[in-house]
């Protein structure tokens, strides 16, 4: 025999003699307890499983809000950017209109002078006496007239200004 301890314990390991029990034949009653305990533990293990199957949805997460946040704000921008582009066509569109009236306004404003001054350069008619409207190029005479000629006279002397459409002569003759 070696009397090195390391083939000392080696010989520990030798065989068992016959009608000598191994360790993994011996009956131990911890054994059957870590069965039923690890039983319990997969049981259990498996109960919180099914468990957590059942949450509800969680809570969006931050990252999850932002992007919510970014997507609701770009909906938002698009809206306020067609807002505006229509409030600017419809501002276009009634300055157009306003700048088209006002020049409707001025040149019914020139006829109106024209009329006046074409009125006033004849001896028979009086233009302190004729009052001139002018609307849409359209020209209404209103006073009086010294006599029909120069009531008549009165409509050329209108329907001759540059811009006169039509001329509706109620100027009345004094008697």
Known sequence: M???????QATAFEPAPAGARRPSQVPMPA????RKALSV??????????AACDKPAQEPTVGQRIDS???????K???AA???RRSAEAARTSAGEAAQAAGETMKDAAI?????????????????????DTTDGRVVLRGEAPSAEA????TQLAQAVDGVAAVDNQLTVRN
């Open 2 to 8: 070696n009397r090195n301890p390391i083939d000392t």
């Open 31 to 34: 054994r059957r307890g870590s």
């Open 41 to 50: 533990f997969v049981v259990a293990s498996a109960a919180l499983l099914l």
């Open 69 to 75: 946040a970014v997507a609701q704000a770009g909906e």
């Open 77 to 79: 921008t698009e809206q």
């Open 82 to 84: 067609d807002a505006a």
């Open 112 to 132: 109106t002078t024209g009329v006046n001054a074409a009125l006033a350069r004849d001896g028979s008619l009086s233009a302190l006496k004729i009052d001139v």
């Open 151 to 154: 009531r008549n006279r009165a």
